[in-house]
């Protein structure tokens, strides 16, 4: 047993989050320090990790031979340490684009000089915003340029010090914050001198490389600051709590967590073995992925207020859980660990895509816009609908497992009742959810906008999916087709959830959820999408091809002959 113990540690070993990189100094107080972007009050920390994503495409800054963390990287931005300007550090994501302007086809990272002296830009600027003006919707290449003309802006304002708005305003949390150096719109001098004697001591320490003075003096700067508005200043706890989430990263350990489980459970399904400590570790693995994952989302909603309805990456994390919970909730009714080998993979891809994609997917914790705002419905509409989709989400990772038996062995898995029905009770519960999810979208738009429904992009998909998954739980009924068709039917039927779920958002980009668009990614789907057809089409032709019985029995029959 002393190999395969020493394999599951050295497995483990390496899906552990890998350690931030940081500089000499420690940057948590600076870190700690609050600050108004983005519509709340938040810590440095954050509006520093939010900044190197929209800038970089990536959560650290590799440049003049170290990583660096990114309090540190915004600091020395600020005070012109080091010539960021000849650094490569501005993402391009579109390689037409990066051909058009005559770069290195071979990079997708530039300098600000490089890109300020692309005079085709300006042009191209141009040319989208009269796209704009004209009522239109500007191509993706063009997308793009306004991208990385904002990355150009949001690299000027760090520098010039645009962003820190970290003094307070006396007494109402709506007002603006403003700069250090416009201090005096709301404060006298002798009313600052105490916050700006600690910058400016702060400032001398970070040049100086003091690590005891860098965290003495950021830790007075936030005191200073904080009694200047206790009213409005953030308290500590709320300042440490997002601290805390932003340095625990608790996604990564959770995807530790499943992959270590799928391993386990895999593997011992795989091998066939016997040993029940195998089945008990990958649940045991499987329970504490999911606490880190709802420690996580709970994290998230005392941050930001709100339950995790605002953008892309919030719905995928609650799916990813909600394909967990589904899968122990009929693990524990039905004892089949066949739910969590379908489960764990699905949940494991969405925890890598959303830390591997942080521009594509940004996990900002953004306030939601006044019209969404203490809207009941809206929440449970949410919530309820992307809940759908962790049932079909988990009933398409059934159904590639039901499929898969097919590719190898067609009348045998066919023969596989038990399998079958575990998928129908999935795909049962979710054709429930979207339909209750679907009738309180409803019940929210005629609250909001004073129609029940209006043929909205986002509507028109949410109906066809249902309208898909209710046709392959009709034609089981009926007869027009078999097992064979409803595992076909829960991974086909998938693609209309991708659709709803994605494609109205990164693809058409058009109705009245412009809250939760974004843009990027279609290759990627479509090759994923485009792959999963393959295997489909190619489990299809092994059915229609199938004999009439499998080889097993053949050679049952043969040896009782003989």
């Known amino acids: 047993m002393t190999k395969p113990i020493l394999l599951i540690v050295l497995f483990v070993l390496g899906l552990l989050p890998s350690a931030r990189a940081g500089a000499t100094l420690d940057f948590k107080e600076l870190g700690l320090l609050a600050v108004q972007d983005g519509g709340r009050r938040k810590p440095m920390d954050t509006l520093a990790r939010e900044t190197v994503v929209r800038l970089t495409g990536q959560h650290q ?19 012109c340490t080091r010539e960021w300007r000849k650094q490569p550090i501005i993402l391009i994501g579109f390689r037409p684009l990066i051909v058009k302007l005559g770069l290195d086809a071979a990079e997708s990272r530039f300098s600000y000089m490089d890109l300020t002296h692309a005079s085709l830009l300006g042009a191209m600027l141009k040319e989208a915003r009269d796209v704009r ?18 990355r150009l802006a949001l690299f000027d304002q760090v520098e010039k010090g645009d962003v820190f708005f970290l003094v307070p305003a006396p007494t109402d949390t709506k007002q603006a914050w403003v700069a250090p150096p416009d201090f005096a719109t709301y404060y ?17 320490a970070y040049k100086t490389s003091d690590v005891s003075q860098f965290s003495s003096y950021g830790y007075q700067l936030r005191s200073a600051l904080h009694r200047l508005s206790p009213s409005v200043y953030p308290s500590e706890g709320d300042l440490g ?11 990564e350990w959770a995807a530790a967590g499943y992959a270590l489980a799928l391993f386990l459970l895999g593997g011992g399904v795989w091998f066939k073995l016997r040993n ?52 122990l909730i009929f693990f524990a009714l039905y004892r089949t660990v066949t739910y969590l080998l379908a489960a764990l993979p699905i949940s494991l891809s969405l925890l890598v895509l959303v830390d591997q994609m942080p521009l594509l997917l940004p996990g900002n914790i953004d306030p939601l816009a006044p019209v969404l705002r203490n809207n ?9 609908i992307t809940l759908s989709y962790a049932a079909f989400a988990l009933a398409m990772g059934l159904g590639h497992i039901l499929l898969a038996k097919y590719l190898h062995d067609p009348v045998r898995a066919r023969r596989d009742k038990a399998m079958h029905f575990w998928l129908y009770r999935v795909v049962q519960l979710g054709v429930l959810l979207l339909t209750a999810g679907t009738i309180l979208g409803g019940i929210w738009a005629n609250y909001s906008w004073g129609r029940f429904w209006g043929w909205d992009p986002k509507e028109t998909w949410a109906l066809i999916t249902l309208l898909c998954y209710i046709v392959v739980l009709h034609g089981r009924l009926a007869g027009w087709w078999g097992e064979f068709g409803l595992a076909v039917g829960g991974v086909v039927c998938f693609l209309a959830v991708v659709m709803a779920w994605y494609g109205v958002n990164f693809v058409l980009g058009a109705g009245l959820h412009s809250y939760g668009f974004g843009i990027g990614g279609e290759s990627y789907v479509m090759t994923a999408v485009g792959l999963d057809l393959v295997f489909v089409a190619t489990t299809v032709v092994r059915y229609l091809r199938r004999p009439t019985v499998s080889p097993q029995v053949k050679q049952l029959v043969s040896q009782t002959s003989a």
């Not at 006298?188 to 910058?199: C, E, G, I, N, R």
């Not at 709590?241 to 996604?251: A, G, K, L, W």
């Not at 207020?305 to 589904?326: C, D, H, K, Q």
Request: glycine residues 8%.
């Open 61 to 79: 800054v590799t440049a003049f031979g170290k990583t660096w963390a990114p309090s540190d990287f915004m600091l020395s931005m600020l005070l």
């Open 133 to 150: 003006d004209a009522g239109d919707k500007p191509d993706q290449i063009h997308q793009e340029v306004e991208n990385v003309v904002a």
């Open 188 to 204: 006298s001098q002798d009313q600052f001198a105490p916050a700006a004697k600690a910058l400016q001591a702060l400032t001398a």
């Open 241 to 251: 709590r997002e601290y805390f989430y932003n340095h625990f990263h608790p996604f």
């Open 276 to 327: 029940p400590w195998f089945g008990r570790l990958g649940l045991a693995a499987t329970l504490a992925g999911l606490l880190f994952h709802v420690t996580g989302m709970g994290l998230r909603c005392l941050i930001g207020g709100r339950p995790p309805v605002t953008n892309m990456y919030e719905s995928m994390i609650w799916v990813a859980a909600g394909v967990l919970i589904f899968s």
């Open 376 to 384: 009941y419905w809206l929440t449970v509409h949410v919530l309820t």
